[in-house]
C-alpha cells in the first residue's frame, strides 16, 4: 500500500492526536520518567549559507530554505521556548549575507540564540557577528538546564592569522569543506579554560545541553567534522549526569553516545552533504548508531533539507527532525539502552531503500 | 634467404641509431605509462578546479558544495534510470543536469573538454569502487 | 463504441493482458496495465453494471445529479469549462464546491483520489460525492441502497455480478461496480505516445519536439510530470504545493491551520469543510496529514488529455494553458514578481523561459490528447467559454 496514503483508519487515529496538540506535525514523545523535571521544546534552526551572487542578488535555493524553516516555526504548538540558530548563517561571511540572513531570522516570532559557524567568522574572525548576535560564546539557565554555546569553530591561532594573504582568501580557503589547505576546528585552551570555571558552579545533577557548531567529536578529519580538542571538552562535560551536545556543520543526520553525552546532528536549512562512508578514498569514523536521512532528490530543493524542534524532558533532548518531502524523524533517549535512537528506524530491518548510502 | 639478411641487417642498422632500444609500433614502455598517468592526472587536477569553481554555472555554486571530493555523484552506477530526466543516461547527461538546475548555468556540449575533465575527476575520487550500472 | 477499440488492440496482440481475464482493459500505448486490485476483478457485467450506476441521477437529493453530472464523458470527463463544479440546485440556485473537476481518464493511475488525496481508492473515492451537501446533497446512502435493493434492473445485476441480493447489497458492491467502470476509461496512444514510444518521427510538429525538449530540460515538469523510459503516467502521485491559492490565503495559515485542528475532524468532515470553505479549501493536503509540508499542497494531475479539459489547477483558476506555464516561469505566482508563499515546493521556482518557449511547452501539452477525445475544444491558448 502506498505510504503517502492513509488508511481511513490511520487518518482518524491521526486527526485525534493532532486535534488535540494543534498544528504540531509530530506527536511529543512522552518518556516515562519517575521525577519530572520542567518539560519544554525549542526551535533549531541550522546551516543557512545564504549566498550573496552580486548586490542584492542571493542564491534563491538557499533563501527558500531559510524562509521556510522560519515560516514553520512561527507555526509550532506548543509554542517553542526559544529558537537557535546553529552557525553558518552567511556562506562567505559577508556583511550583506549576514544581513539578509539576519532580516529572515527577524520574523522568528521567539527569542532567538545563536552560534557561531566557521563561514560566518572567518572572514572578520566574527566583528560584525557580535554587532548583529552578540558573544560567540556564552551560557544561559532555563527551567532548571544549564546551556552553554561554544564557539568550536576556532582554528590553529598560525593558520588564522598568518597563513593567508588577505581575510577573503581565509574565508575562501575555510568555506571549502574538503579544501585541503583547510585547518582543523576546535575550541581551544582559552575558552576550555573558561567553560571550566562555568562548569564548576553547576551542580552536577543539573542537565547540561551544549551548542556547537563542530561536532566536538572526531568523526572525518578530511570535511572537518572533528573537532582537534573533542576529547578535552567531554572530559570538561564528563562529571554530570545528564549532558546533550547539539551540533551543526554536518548538514545530515548524525547521532551518538560517548560515556553521559548523547550527541545530536542537526539538518541544514540549505543543502544536505554526504555521509563521510559514501567517500570511497577516505577512512573514516561515522557514529554506528546513526540511521541515515534519506538520499536526497536534487530536483526538489529542499529535499534533505530541513529543521527541528527539540523537546526537552527530565533533561534528556529528543530531535524531532521536520524534514521537506521525506517521512519526519525522531531521534530520541532511550532510558532502557542508554542511548539515542530513532523512534522509527533504529531496528536495520525497518530500514528503506532511500536510507542506503553508497 | 637473401631477402631475409637484408631485414635483418636494415633492422640492426635502425637499432644502432636508436641506440640500443627494441621499440615496436604497438609496443608501449614504463615511461610511456608514467607520461600518460601524469596526462590523465592534469585533467583530473583541471577536472578538480571546475569542481571548485563558482563559475560553471551563473550563481556562484561550485559543484563541491553539495559534492566534497565529488561524494555521492556514483559514477558506477551509470548508464541508470535518472528519474529527474525520465529515461536512462549517461554521466555527463546528469553532470550537464546539475550545471542547468541547482547551478543555473548552461549545458556543456558532450565531448566539450571541460565535461571530460569533470568525469575523470569524479571517476579519479571513486577509483576503485566495482561497477553497478542501473543502481539506485 | 469506445469498447470496441479495446478489443482490437487487445487482438493485435497488446501483451499478456490478453492471457489475462479477456475483460481487464488493455494498455494504451504509452501507459502500463491498469492496476486492478485482487478483490476487484473486471468483468464485462460488473462494468456495465458500474456504468449504469455512474449514470443514475436518483442518487442525489434533487434526483438531478449523477457521477457524470460533472464528470461527463462528451467533456473527457469533467465538466470542463466550469471552474469549479455544481452540484444539486437549492431554490433555482446550483451550489458550487471549491475544487475543478478531475476527470475520471487515467484516474485508475492514481494512488489516492481527490486533489487532496483523501481518498485511497476508487471504490472509496465513489462514496463520497453522494453525500456531500454542496455536490449530490444525501444525508447518507439509504437512499441509494434503497432503489438498488427494489429496482428490478439492479436486482438482476447485483445478483448476477456480486451473487448477493437484498440487504447483502451494500455501498461496497456499489463502489466495487463504479470503480470497474471507471477503470475501463484508460487513454493513451496521443501524439507524443506515437512520437517516444512507437518511434513515429513525424508523429511531433517541430515546436512539439521543442516543448518536450524543454518539458525534460529547462521546463523542469518531467520530474513530477513523469515521463519514464516505457511508460508515461504524467503524474508522480505526489503532493505539491506550486503556489495556487495558498497565496491568497498566506496571511491567514496560521488562524485556518489550527482551526482546522481544533475541529473534529473525521473523513466525511474534511470532505465537508474543504468543499464548504474556500479558505479551508486551499490548505490541501494540509487537511489530510497535518504535516507542513502538505500546506498548500495538491496532488499532481495527470497531463494526459489536458487541453481538452480546462480551466486549470484544484481550483479552475488557469483558464489556459499558456497562463499555467507562465504561473510556473514566475516560479510560483500569477503575476510576475509577486511574492511566492513561504511553502512553496522546493521543485518550482523562476523558469527564465522565453515566450517562444513559453508556447512550445503548450503546444508539446496539446500532443498529450489521446484520438478519442481529439475533438473537443483546447483550452491550450484560448479560453473555452460555456
Redesign the interface.
Known amino acids: 500500500m502506498n505510504p503517502m496514503v492513509p488508511s481511513r483508519r490511520d487518518f482518524l487515529k491521526g486527526a485525534a492526536a493532532a486535534a488535540a496538540a494543534g498544528v504540531v506535525p509530530m506527536s511529543v514523545v512522552k518518556l516515562a520518567f519517575a521525577d519530572a523535571a520542567q518539560d519544554f521544546t525549542f526551535a533549531y534552526i541550522s546551516d543557512a549559507h545564504i ?3 552580486s548586490g542584492a542578488k542571493f ?3 538557499w533563501d527558500r530554505g531559510l524562509i521556510r524553516a522560519v515560516a514553520e516555526t512561527n507555526l509550532l504548538n506548543p509554542k517553542p521556548d526559544f529558537v537557535m540558530f546553529g552557525g553558518d548563517l552567511g556562506q562567505l561571511g559577508r556583511k550583506a549575507e549576514l544581513d539578509h540572513g539576519a532580516e529572515m531570522l527577524s520574523k522568528l516570532r521567539y527569542p532567538l540564540h545563536c552560534v557561531m559557524g566557521e563561514h560566518d567568522y572567518y572572514l572578520d574572525l566574527g566583528e560584525y557577528w557580535s554587532k548583529l548576535f552578540g558573544p560567540h560564546h556564552y551560557t544561559f539557565d532555563h527551567k532548571g538546564v544549564h546551556f552553554v554555546v561554544l564557539n568550536s569553530i576556532l582554528t590553529y591561532d598560525d593558520w588564522t592569522y598568518n597563513r593567508w594573504p588577505s581575510a577573503e582568501q581565509r574565508m575562501l580557503e575555510m568555506a ?4 585541503p589547505n583547510g585547518s582543523p576546528f576546535m575550541v581551544g585552551e582559552k575558552q576550555r579554560a573558561w567553560l571550566q570555571a562555568d562548569l564548576d558552579k553547576v551542580d552536577k545533577a543539573t542537565p547540561v545541553v551544549v551548542f556547537s557548531h563542530s561536532p566536538l567529536q572526531k568523526l572525518y578529519k ?2 572537518n567534522f572533528w573537532t582537534e580538542d573533542a576529547e578535552e571538552v567531554q572530559a570538561l562535560l564528563k562529571p554530570f549526569e545528564k549532558v546533550n551536545v547539539i551540533y551543526g556543520h554536518v548538514h545530515q543526520i548524525q547521532y551518538n553516545q560517548i560515556g553521559k553525552i548523547a550527541f545530536n546532528a542537526v539538518m541544514a536549512t540549505a ?4 555521509y ?1 562512508q ?5 577512512q573514516n569514523a561515522m557514529p554506528v548508531l546513526t540511521v541515515p536521512m534519506n ?1 536526497a ?3 526538489f ?1 529542499r529535499d534533505a533539507t530541513g529543521w527541528q524542534f527539540v523537546d526537552v524532558h527530565t533533561g534528556r533532548v529528543a530531535m524531532k527532525y521536520n524534514l521537506y518531502n521525506n517521512t519526519n524523524r525522531t531521534v530520541a533517549w532511550n532510558p532502557g539502552t542508554g542511548k539515542p535512537e530513532d523512534s522509527v528506524f533504529q531496528d536495520p530491518a525497518k530500514r528503506i ?1 532511500p536510507q542506503v ?2 | 634467404m637473401k631477402r631475409k639478411t637484408a631485414v635483418a641487417v636494415a633492422a640492426a642498422a635502425v637499432l644502432a641509431v636508436v641506440g640500443g632500444i627494441a621499440i615496436r609500433a604497438d609496443e608501449f614502455t614504463k615511461q610511456d605509462q608514467e607520461r600518460w598517468e601524469k596526462e590523465y592526472m592534469s585533467v583530473v587536477t583541471k577536472g578538480r578546479e571546475l569542481w ?1 569553481s563558482p563559475q560553471l554555472g ?4 561550485a559543484c ?6 565529488a ?2 555523484t ?1 559514477p558506477e552506477t551509470y548508464p541508470k ?1 535518472q ?6 543516461i549517461a554521466l555527463r547527461e546528469m553532470i550537464n ?2 550545471l ?3 547551478l543555473e548555468g548552461k549545458p556543456l556540449a558532450l565531448d566539450d573538454p571541460k565535461m571530460v575533465a569533470l568525469e575523470a575527476y569524479i571517476a579519479h ?5 566495482a561497477l553497478a550500472p542501473g ?2 | 463504441m469506445k469498447q470496441i477499440s479495446f478489443g482490437l488492440i487487445v487482438a493485435l496482440g497488446l501483451a499478456a493482458t490478453a492471457a489475462r481475464a479477456a475483460d481487464a482493459p488493455a494498455q494504451p500505448l504509452g501507459l502500463p496495465p491498469v492496476p486492478i486490485p485482487a478483490d476487484n476483478p473486471q468483468s464485462p457485467e460488473k462494468i456495465a453494471l458500474g456504468d449504469k450506476l455512474f449514470h443514475d441521477k436518483r442518487f442525489s437529493s434533487t434526483k438531478q445529479v449523477a457521477c457524470d453530472t460533472c464528470h461527463e464523458k462528451a467533456k473527457a470527463f469533467t465538466d470542463s469549462p466550469l471552474h469549479v463544479s455544481e452540484g444539486i440546485a437549492v431554490r433555482g440556485k446550483k451550489l458550487t464546491g471549491t475544487r475543478n473537476a478531475p476527470t475520471v481518464v487515467n484516474a485508475a493511475y492514481f494512488d489516492a483520489m481527490f486533489w487532496d488525496g483523501r481518498s485511497p481508492s476508487l471504490e472509496d473515492q465513489s462514496q463520497h460525492p453522494f453525500v456531500n451537501p454542496v455536490e449530490m446533497g444525501l444525508k447518507d446512502h439509504q437512499p441509494i441502497l434503497k432503489i438498488v435493493r427494489s429496482d428490478p434492473e439492479y436486482v438482476r445485476a447485483f445478483d448476477k455480478v456480486f451473487g448477493k441480493k437484498g440487504a447483502q447489497v451494500s455501498m461496497k458492491e456499489v463502489e466495487q461496480a463504479i470503480a470497474a467502470f471507471e477503470r475501463t476509461q484508460v487513454a493513451g496512444d496521443s501524439p507524443f505516445d506515437r512520437y517516444f514510444y512507437a518511434g513515429d518521427p513525424k508523429a511531433l510538429t517541430e515546436a512539439q519536439k521543442r516543448g518536450f525538449d524543454l518539458f ?3 521546463g ?1 515538469c ?2 513530477c510530470h ?4 516505457t511508460q ?1 503516467l504524467f503524474t508522480d502521485n505526489r503532493f505539491h504545493n506550486i503556489g495556487v491559492g495558498i497565496n491568497d490565503i498566506q496571511k491567514d495559515v496560521p488562524e485556518l491551520a489550527g482551526a482546522f485542528l481544533q475541529a473534529k475532524a473525521t473523513l466525511a468532515e474534511v470532505d465537508r469543510r474543504v468543499l464548504g470553505d474556500k479558505r479551508t479549501s486551499e490548505l490541501g493536503r494540509f487537511a489530510i496529514s497535518r504535516e507542513f509540508e502538505g500546506l498548500g499542497a495538491f496532488k499532481t494531475p495527470t497531463l494526459r488529455n489536458v487541453a481538452v479539459t480546462p480551466p486549470y489547477m484544484h481550483d479552475g483558476s488557469k483558464k489556459t494553458l499558456k497562463d499555467v506555464v507562465v504561473h510556473y516561469n514566475n516560479g510560483g505566482v500569477t503575476k510576475e514578481g509577486d511574492p511566492v508563499n513561504d511553502f512553496l515546493s522546493g521543485g518550482i521556482r523562476p523558469l527564465n523561459l522565453t515566450d517562444q518557449e513559453v508556447d512550445d511547452l503548450v503546444s508539446f501539452m496539446e500532443a498529450l490528447t489521446s484520438p478519442q477525445y481529439a475533438s473537443l475544444p483546447s483550452g491550450a491558448r484560448t479560453e473555452v467559454k460555456p
Open positions: 549566498q550573496q551572487i542564491v534563491h535555493n571549502g569543506l574538503d579544501n578530511g570535511w543543502w544536505p552533504w554526504p563521510p559514501s567517500y570511497a578514498q577516505a538520499r532528490n536534487p530536483f530543493e531503500p548510502h553508497y | 571548485t551563473t550563481n556562484g555554486v563541491a558544495q553539495c559534492h566534497p571530493n561524494a555521492n556514483h534510470f528519474k529527474q530526466l525520465g529515461r536512462v543536469w546539475c542547468q538546475q541547482p575520487e571513486r577509483r576503485g569502487v543502481k539506485h | 525534460v530540460n529547462k523542469r518531467v520530474s513523469v515521463i519514464e523510459q508515461a
